[in-house]
């Protein structure tokens, strides 16, 4: 009998997932698929594959990665660690709470060079189209070899997608914007802040990118921080020359107005006004068409693609879990294709979906958003041979980041959490964050620094 | 029998000439093909439906114009008239030689009006796969509705594509450009110049792009402008704060590395690098993959795809005429479509191609090279009813335009040249371009404006 071929498409933290799960079922000794994983970049990494380009690549392909040069994880790592890959194992010892995005990178290249599973990624392809035929229930996909300049089309029995929804920006319009003089960018095209040192600058959005392009271009040195918000005001104790104000209500030059009747001038504006779900290789009746949330429609358990349950996406939701969330979602998914399990039906399914759709429609705080997607990720784990890792201790973890957060935005990131995986307590970095302007992998893991480089630790 | 189906891919200047040869083969009495246009933008006009957005547009989709807020025609409008809607019948009366991009938006979307084709264009309807049936010797060409979120396939018989080569940035890569700490964009993300009002502004590229960018910042005050080349300079009697330095070795910070050893200190850099040939919804084997020149390999009269006759490209060669060159390219292909004369055998076409890269080969000078594609252009028309035009007229207009360029590359844009079509002498503008901040049509169209407000006139 002739194997079943799996491709995922997209090799990021997501499709690495689904590359380990396989792995990690046949170094038990299972018989697996034919695993091909298709990568539209010339490495893995996705998110945290940073390119200092923006638009489309060397290719002429959209660069996929919304990534800065100074980005440190705005959440604690203990938050995000692999159940069976762990900080302690990669590093050797314990680190800070809060890493560089170099040192993020380097943590999940690790585990997948460990897995082994390079050889399975064809870098430098772009899916093009993925058709299912419904006779004979494979699907045909058409790749472009980038490097070759080839067009090649392969069938497969089951497809996962796993190209993330944080790569196409969602950006509204406004009047007058068509004539701002100074620069206008999505945070999908902000690599550094260091240029807007001395301006005066304008975060349109009221969440994670607005919070953080705002807090690093106070960092360097940006003269005046304006985040304005739609809904309502993110309300962190910001410091001087940063501040909130409602939504724009159109620019006349330089100028905008907002709607409380305000205005003010500025030399550049950023959009941080999220994301898109766009999946072009796909055709729309097997696209998810939802607003970015914990529970997009029309996915079984999250995953599943409820009209073909061949199909399968990772990672689709919005994310407090991450890492962890995409291995539950990735060893789920695989243990579905290996029969370890049976799919319910159409009904059954329908069902699961409806009852966690109502449970989501009672999440009313962030705190019992947090916990619904602990609940998502323990009703996954427990499907799988994943190893169970302590929810509600992550749970916590969340909480007590957003009580940092909300004493000192400029100083949440100098905490440290113990892990949840292994119980080691994080070191105290050895430069206070809103003091580091090296962020590198080599400076970050030095021990060696000068005296008089590194500043106090915050306790 | 059933009506032959045709596919053009982009409403720009190339597809409308398109539609608009049909439309005049239809109002001839002759009865043509269905014809479907399709554009992924929600209105024609190509690069001159200019648009503040970069990146990607509202669905997600690449943005199409390389268009800025500023831009007027860098080259007489003489150059690029119609043969067969003209400048005087477009708006009436005499306008100048260089208008800015809004008057020659208005001018192709008079002549498209006026065509009543609007109805065969789909627009936010985005092109995802042509693929073509070797037994059926039809191509089945799979579209995303943009707007209505639904993917359609049509079968059609032929396709033409139009969608242009100068949206897809080509962007090298440089030492040290990934923490370069300014603003880095491609000549495609540039949409004004204001923002660089007292900068110094490091342009990589020799050619058009860096020219009139350069020229557009040093207008609108930037302290100081290097444009850097790889093969040649571009040698205009550049003003003060406008010189040109070679190829860039590497970046350190904010300081640029040149080849012969010196180094500047820049606070933003535009790449004009120029542009890929990219369509990624056509199988590689189906590819144009030439440099930008103005023979691009594998086009038989430089339209129809040598290795499958029913597929077109317009527009395909870099350019020195444009409107009326995609004119002549459209008539061509309907009247081989609508099998106004038979398209030779295969050795033919190849003996025809090899002949005109021959010739194309033995260009070695700029007014060569005008003076082969003036030759290219009369051969097509030679085939149609297309009016034919003094093509030797207009090579005498561009190699003025260059020669004015030489004298002074400031105020080339205040000249005024004789229709080639009509006879009609434009105008002399009311004001300098160098003193024009104001580019709307509403502006340049005036007769009333204040006498303190129109400059002397250049003669």
Not at 7 to 27: N, V
Not at 51 to 68: A, F, I, L, N
Request: overall charge negative.
């Amino acid at each position: 009998m002739q194997r079943k071929r799996i491709a995922i498409i997209g090799a990021g933290p997501s499709g690495m997932a689904a590359l380990r799960a396989f792995k990690s079922a046949e170094r038990g000794g299972t018989d697996v698929p034919d695993v091909v994983c298709y990568e539209k970049q010339d490495d893995w990494g996705g998110q945290w594959n940073f390119s200092w380009r923006t638009g489309t690549d060397r290719y002429g392909e959209p660069v996929h990665s919304s990534m800065y040069r100074n980005l440190w994880s705005n959440g604690p790592k203990e938050a995000l660690e692999f159940a069976e890959y762990t900080f302690d194992q990669h590093f050797g010892r314990p680190i800070s709470s809060y890493p560089p995005r170099e040192v993020l990178w380097d943590y999940i290249n690790g585990r997948a060079v460990e897995s082994d599973v390079k050889d399975a990624v064809l870098f430098a392809h772009a899916v093009r189209r993925v058709e299912f035929d419904s006779e004979s229930e494979r699907f045909t996909v058409t790749v472009d070899d980038l490097r070759h300049k080839a067009t090649i089309t392969e069938v497969f029995d089951e497809v996962i997608v796993a190209t993330g929804h944080f790569s196409f920006p969602n950006v509204p319009d406004f009047e007058g914007i068509g004539t701002f003089p100074g620069e206008v960018i999505h945070a999908h095209e902000f690599r550094g802040a260091e240029r807007f040192a001395g301006q005066r600058l304008l975060l349109i959005g009221g969440s994670y990118s607005a919070e953080d392009i705002g807090i690093q271009s106070h960092k360097m040195g940006a003269r005046q921080v304006t985040m304005s918000y739609r809904t309502q005001p993110q309300g962190f104790a910001w410091p001087d020359g940063v501040d909130e104000v409602p939504e724009v209500a159109r620019f006349d030059g330089s100028v905008a107005h907002f709607v409380d009747g305000t205005s003010r001038e500025f030399d550049a504006v950023v959009l941080c006004t999220g994301y898109l779900h766009h999946y072009p290789f796909l055709p729309h009746e097997s696209r998810i068409d939802s607003p970015n949330n914990l529970y997009p429609d029309g996915l079984y358990r999250g995953v599943t693609w409820q009209k073909n349950p061949r199909l399968h996406y990772l990672g689709a939701q919005d994310q407090w879990f991450t890492f962890n969330m995409f291995d539950a979602q990735a060893w789920f998914v695989r243990d579905l294709i290996l029969g370890r399990f049976a799919l319910p039906d159409a009904d059954e399914r329908q069902a699961h979906i409806d009852e966690w759709k109502s449970a989501y429609a009672e999440v009313a705080t962030d705190e019992a958003a947090v916990r619904f997607q602990a609940d998502y990720i323990r009703d996954l784990i427990e499907q799988t041979d994943y190893p169970m890792f302590d929810l509600d201790e992550v749970v916590a973890t969340f909480l007590a980041w957003k009580a940092d957060k909300k004493v000192d935005i400029l100083t949440y990131r100098d905490k440290a959490y113990p892990s949840v995986m292994t119980g080691t307590m994080a070191t105290v970095h050895h430069t206070a964050w809103m003091d580091e302007l090296d962020d590198s992998r080599e400076r970050y893991l030095s021990t060696q620094l000068d005296a008089d480089e590194a500043s106090e630790p915050v306790s």
